[in-house]
């Protein structure tokens, strides 16, 4: 590796960097604000609501966005895991504080005269400090790829831990259930396999680069927040196999970035996730559980445009029971729940799809119209919930509306919709099979999924 001292000349400034490799217009944001869901403050994963404001950017063209947009951010990895994956490569804070201008990489090419190594720059990387590399720029909680393993098996000086990285770089089974077990992060790879005496340059162009991870935004603008936008964030925390701890990348970090905190991110458009151009179109919102959370944005905008007094179609959500999960955020401390009732026209639900263990069992779910409570199988719950609960008002919304339905979920939930959809229309619109589903593929465009 090629050194310079820490106040090298040709530094890029860290967000225009991002730009330039994301091809993005990334945006230095500050945490203004963090709630915490109050159901969850209890020790385990929660859900909080954080506020990132572009105020202090004082720039000439302003941040726009939709509902239904999404937010890129680009996440750090924690300093306690750089330090230690510092420490276990054995660069000590001298050599980390030094910013590396260039990485040199011995490179493997075939020539007439037979295979050749040479050094070559390797472009991925900004001048910065191998701190920063690590803490900013290089995934190290993303598992090590067979490719990685095969490449520093040759480092390992203890013959039992060579013959196993060579059992994990070859064995596509092996190496699968090995990764699916013990989810290993880089620093917990590298305990495992203490042998292993890499340098530097060798592991850091096998290590994948930083990618950014999506939220839907949970705000809109509006005269009261011009300037800034909402999400609302599950922190993920889990057990392995072997009983190690592991962090989702991207939550723990917004979950410890504190207020005035800088955070990379970029806003994505989501055309097909937005609301209708004419707004007295009715409209369906279909989440279970915390999916609810995209649809926030939604009913902000609506209450936005009861301000001006606009015409608005009915707005009727299927979603998880907000009264399990209440967060507030709002400057007006109202919770979720309230925000639901009270703002954009949303209909009242009748019916609450929930999932939370304090009222059934995980394979389970309870749909509650108020007179009865049918207990369905999770995976059908939706489904069954549309089908015998609210068959003809979700006819005559897509049918007559013309109506949009907006799906906040994964691609089973979206299918199981569309099924439900067709046979709604096969019945109420006495459709064979076959025009059913043509008639429900004309509203794909609306059919969206989050």
């Known amino acids: ?33 963090k709630g915490v869901h109050p159901g969850s403050r209890d020790a385990g994963p929660c859900t909080i609501v954080i506020r990132l404001s572009w105020q202090h950017l004082g720039l000439n063209s302003p941040v726009s966005f939709e509902p239904g947009d999404l937010l890129g951010v680009m996440p750090e990895n924690s300093h306690d895991m750089v330090s230690k994956l510092l420490k276990r490569l054995h660069l000590d804070s001298n050599f980390t504080s030094f910013v590396v201008q260039r990485l040199m990489i011995q490179k493997k090419t075939l020539t007439m005269a037979g295979p050749r190594e040479e050094w070559v720059p390797y472009e991925n990387l900004p001048p910065a400090t191998i701190y920063e590399w690590f803490k900013k720029f290089l995934d190290i909680t993303t598992p090590p790829t067979q490719l990685l393993l095969s490449e520093v098996s ?55 680069l930083m990618k950014p991870r999506y939220y839907s935004v949970s705000s809109c603008l509006s005269m009261s927040l011009p300037t800034s936008v909402d999400l609302i964030v599950g922190v993920v925390k889990f057990t392995t196999e072997d009983g190690s701890s592991r962090n989702g990348l991207c939550s723990m970090y917004l979950n410890e970035a504190a207020v005035g905190t800088i955070v990379n991110a970029f806003f994505r458009r989501e055309p097909g996730f937005h609301l209708p151009n004419d707004q007295s179109d009715p409209i369906i919102l279909v989440a279970p559980d915390t999916a609810i959370y995209p649809f926030r944005s939604f009913w902000m905008h609506r209450k936005e445009l009861m301000k001006v007094k ?23 401390g109202q919770t979720e729940r309230q925000l639901s009732l009270k703002i954009g026209g949303i209909e009242v639900p009748i019916e609450y799809l929930s999932k939370a263990d304090k009222y059934v ?90």
Do not use: C
């Open 310 to 332: 606009q015409r608005l179609g009915t707005a009727t959500l299927f979603g998880g029971n907000p009264t399990n999960r209440e967060a507030t955020i709002d400057t007006e």
């Open 1 to 33: 590796m090629e050194l310079v001292s820490a106040d090298a000349s040709g530094r890029p400034h860290f967000t225009a960097y991002l730009s330039k490799y994301l091809q993005e217009n990334v945006l230095p944001l500050k945490v203004t604000l």
């Open 154 to 208: 040759t480092y390992a000086t203890n013959q039992t831990e060579k013959e196993n990285l060579n059992l994990l770089s070859q064995d596509v089974g092996v190496y699968e259930q090995w990764k699916h077990s013990n989810r290993p992060t880089i620093l917990s790879f590298l305990e495992a396999f203490p042998s292993l005496s890499i340098p530097p340059e060798a592991i850091i162009s096998k290590i994948p």
């Open 361 to 450: 069992t995980p394979d389970r779910v309870i749909v509650d119209d108020k007179t009865t409570k049918k207990i369905f199988h999770y995976k059908q719950g939706m489904k069954q919930m549309m089908i015998h609960v609210n068959a003809r008002r979700i006819y005559e919304t897509l049918y007559h509306g013309p109506g949009h339905i907006y799906v906040s979920g994964d691609f089973a939930l979206a299918n199981d919709v569309k099924s439900a959809v067709v046979s709604i229309f096969k019945r109420y619109g006495y459709m064979t099979e076959n025009w059913a589903v043509l008639a429900v593929e004309s509203l794909i465009v609306s059919l969206s999924m989050k």
